[in-house]
């Protein structure tokens, strides 16, 4: 592979890591699930959560250039948090527009 084509800008989009967590309304929850994404100097890039009728709590997180296997990892570590029930992940990839 010639240096040039080293050095040249990848063209695959950056992926975004999204976490869905649904847990007992509990106001300790949020801090621990926080806590996975901050002990390791990560910001989430988008943050969501509500409580629904049935006193349930989901909150909606995305990480912007998290790799699958770490994004895989700390699904499963927010999924040893007590009180949440089930983590769901899923992997986006911003479109690259026509240059």
């Known amino acids: 592979m010639s240096c040039a084509a080293e050095s040249a800008p990848s063209t695959e989009p950056e992926p975004t890591a999204c976490f869905s967590v ?3 309304a509990d106001p ?3 801090p621990r699930v926080l806590e996975v994404f901050a002990k ?3 910001v989430p890039t988008f943050w969501t959560s509500r409580v629904g009728a049935e006193r349930d709590l989901t909150i909606d997180i995305q990480m912007r250039g998290m790799e699958s ?3 895989d990892y700390l699904a499963r570590t927010l999924r040893q948090i007590v009180g949440v029930e089930v983590v ?3 992997e986006k990839r911003a479109r690259l527009t026509g240059t």
């Open 28 to 30: 300790g929850v949020m």
């Open 69 to 71: 296997e770490l994004a």
């Open 40 to 42: 390791r100097g990560l």
């Open 22 to 24: 649904s847990a007992d």
């Open 88 to 90: 769901l992940t899923s």
